[in-house]
């Protein structure tokens, strides 16, 4: 993980770097210290890496080229990354913490060392002005790209230009759906975001009406009511595949919301999850058990998607203005 010369090409599966430095701090304290600094700026890097992998993991699972191999290789090519990007003059993040170990455990500090504190400040200051720029930059992205819902098809004439959007008009009806229930309102805009990638593909007719079915209810024996038939991925054995499925089709987003608490009220296997709905972290998780979706990871996404900022800060404005 550690190498005892930056300049060297670094690995970070190198467990033998370790002791090259120790053997480096007999020769020259100040030079093991800058090595030590520039592991902390890595792993600092790695830890930015890992953040903005995990906010795009809701996305990225239902993709079908997503994979625990693929993650375990991404994870590997992060970690050397961070390396990487650490080596030379890295974001000037070592250099400060490279003074501040001198101070702690440092006795031959010199004054050059003293007037290049300095500099290390500017550097640091604007590699984190890079860094919350490039952070915006990913987050207003990840804010616009949906889930990949189960409803392929069907995305014809967006009604939801962004998240914000989707959550404004879906939100407070679902709130009213939600006391009926007796259930979390943002657990259910999130059930509704992951099925319809933030309302950006809804289900659709051939003629591009809105069905208004947030929540991927299949048109069975016992439906009489309008439907439309779409692609849907559906996972058998673990494996998303591509099937032709009927779903129901409403006349109204609050006919959509009515129907979807009939639909769980109606059937008893669905109880424990209402029972649960209080706690949005476990409500996913309970209609995951009773059979809701054939995704492995549906209810680990809802809860994601029920406590992440984006949902959070979307439903404290709306609030915030009714208040």
Do not use: C
Request: net charge negative.
């Amino acid at each position: 993980m550690i190498q005892a010369s930056s300049s060297a090409g670094q690995v970070y599966t190198d467990l033998n770097a370790l002791q090259g430095i120790r053997t480096l701090g007999k020769q020259d304290k100040s030079a093991a210290l800058m090595e030590v600094a520039k592991q902390f700026e890595s792993m600092f890097v790695n830890m930015m890496l890992s953040s903005m992998r995990q906010a795009n993991s809701a996305f990225s699972e239902d993709s079908l080229l997503s994979s625990p191999q693929s993650d375990f290789y991404q994870n590997m090519y992060d970690q050397q990354l961070g390396l990487s990007l650490s080596t030379g003059r890295g974001l000037g993040l070592a250099d400060v913490i490279h003074r501040q170990l001198l101070d702690n455990y440092g006795n031959e500090q010199t004054a050059v060392e003293l007037d290049h504190s300095k500099l290390a400040d500017r550097r640091l200051a604007q590699s984190a002005i890079r860094w919350q720029q490039a952070v915006d930059q990913v987050e207003a992205v990840l804010a616009q790209e949906p889930s990949e819902a189960a409803v392929v098809e069907g995305s014809k004439g967006q009604q939801f230009a962004t998240p914000q959007a989707f959550v404004a008009a879906l939100y407070p009806q679902a709130r009213e759906v939600a006391e009926q229930l007796g259930v979390d309102a943002k657990a259910i805009v999130a059930q509704a975001a992951l099925e319809t990638g933030w309302g950006k593909h809804m289900i659709r007719s051939d003629d591009g009406r809105n069905s208004y079915n947030f929540f991927g209810i299949k048109a069975d024996s016992r439906w009489s009511g309008d439907s439309v038939e779409v692609t849907t991925h559906e996972y058998r054995d673990g494996v998303a595949v591509k099937e032709k499925a009927r779903f129901r089709s409403y006349d109204s987003m609050q006919a959509g919301l009515q129907d979807y608490a009939l639909f769980l009220q109606n059937h008893t296997r669905y109880q424990d999850a209402i029972h649960q709905g209080l706690d949005g972290s476990q409500y996913g998780h309970a209609l995951q058990r009773a059979g809701y979706a054939t995704d492995p990871a549906y209810g680990q996404k809802i809860e994601r998607i029920s406590s992440g900022d984006l949902l959070q800060q979307a439903v404290q404005a709306l609030e915030v203005n009714d208040g």
